[in-house]
């Protein structure tokens, strides 16, 4: 069965910083990723997905993420942070496409942007 | 925006009482989920459904049951509710394309709900 971990419970980066946030699976095969973000009180949304082709995927809000294989990561990053990006993030992976009903999420990667 | 929501957003009540809590959706989508979210255990999957009256077990299903007697309503009800149930309850859809499951989520704002 696969598994998915995300290292950083917290994370605080300065607006206008970069940012990785990690996350690290188990599964045998290829497997189908995901990010997702949660705003205070909100649920949450897709920032983007890997299934299959180019490696390095690109989101929306400016996000993009990249799959290695060699390294069972599929971290997050962006160039520069916004206050608008503190939010809690999670990452996702499942078994196969459509098999939404199997996906796991991580435990979550809380962000705090600092002036 | 995949058109989803969520009543009660808040509820709180005693332990051994029925709760009952509704997603609805506008957009007759197929599939749609019960996930709870807590800390340190990110989300998990506590029924799901793929079609009107057709539901399965999730992860967590102890303690719940689901119903979809119409495409655009799915109900969680604990039957008697535990304060291990105090939760934040989220309803989500996924969409399709080509009668195929995307995979891809679509939340509602959640259910925040205490059991004293």
């Known amino acids: 069965a696969q598994s998915v971990t995300q290292p950083d419970i917290h994370i605080t980066v300065s607006e206008g910083a970069s940012l990785e946030l990690r996350c690290n699976y188990s599964y045998g095969a290829t497997p189908y990723l995901f990010w997702y973000v949660q705003s205070p009180g909100q649920g949450l949304q897709l920032l983007l997905k890997?299934?299959?082709?180019?490696?390095l995927v690109q989101g929306i809000k400016g996000f993009e993420a990249e799959f290695k294989r060699s390294q069972s990561s599929f971290n997050l990053r962006k160039p520069s942070v916004h206050w608008s990006d503190a939010a809690e993030y999670f990452c996702?992976?499942?078994?196969?496409?459509?098999?939404?009903?199997?996906?796991?999420f991580g435990t979550g990667t809380l962000l705090a942007v600092q002036p | 925006d995949a058109g989803i929501t969520q009543s009660p957003r808040h509820k709180v009540t005693e332990t051994g009482t029925p709760v009952t809590l509704r997603c609805h959706q506008t957009e007759n989508h197929r599939y749609m989920y019960w996930y709870r979210q807590d800390p340190g255990h990110g989300l998990r999957l506590i029924h799901y459904?793929?079609?009107?009256?057709?539901?399965d077990k999730g992860e967590v299903s102890d303690g719940y049951s689901v119903s979809r007697s119409k495409t655009e309503d799915f109900l969680l009800t604990l039957e008697s509710a535990t304060s291990s149930q105090t939760s934040v309850y989220f309803c989500a859809i996924s969409k399709t394309s080509g009668g195929s499951d995307t995979g891809e989520l679509f939340f509602g704002e959640g259910s925040r709900l205490t059991v004293l």
């Open positions: 890997y299934f299959s082709g180019d490696t």
């Open positions: 459904s793929y079609g009107v009256k057709d539901t």
């Open positions: 996702a992976v499942g078994d196969r496409k459509g098999a939404t009903n199997k996906l796991i």
